[in-house]
């Protein structure tokens, strides 16, 4: 009976663990798949960060018809599995990787968001990126991430 209850115990939160891990490696690896897809087909509408503006970002023949903002974010949370790597690695130091992709993911699908919702807009012009962190008790539950910029219009 104390085997039984042994293995119940240990088994449960061991079962849940992987179950998380490869839970979260395939809804990660979805994630990436659709990240690169998107970013290809939207490979044309160029999103960029500059201080001043100047006649080599502008063409001479370029004429803007209109400006507007557009913005997107994304919330996006860690899984099980990741949060127990990151407990460990927090008592030994160093890099947390496991959350690595997690901020990953999160800019890029922000930036697509905004993109997207440009329509036509021929670039986005003023790229900027807010990240923060949504903490849910001890550690980190999620990654907010909020990307904006100016899209322009061509004539």
């Not at 990240?35 to 960060?49: D, Y």
């Amino acid at each position: 009976m104390d085997w039984l209850t042994l293995i119940f115990n240990l088994g449960i939160p061991i079962l849940l663990l992987l179950l998380g891990y490869f839970i979260g490696s395939l809804a990660e690896r979805n994630h990436f798949r659709s990240i690169v897809k998107r970013e290809k087909a939207l490979i044309n509408r160029p999103a960029v960060t500059f201080d001043e503006m100047d006649d080599t970002q502008f063409p001479p023949d370029t004429s803007i018809a209109r400006a507007e903002l557009v913005s997107g974010s994304v919330v996006i949370s860690v899984d099980y599995f990741k949060r127990f790597l990151a407990g460990l690695r927090a008592i030994f130091g160093g890099r947390v990787s496991a959350y690595e992709t997690l901020v990953d993911r999160a800019r890029r699908e922000a930036v697509l968001r905004m993109k997207e919702r440009a329509g036509d807009a021929d670039r986005i012009a003023n790229l900027r990126i807010e990240t923060s962190t949504l903490s849910s008790g001890a550690g980190i539950g999620s990654v907010e991430v909020h990307a904006y910029g100016t899209a322009l219009y061509n004539r």
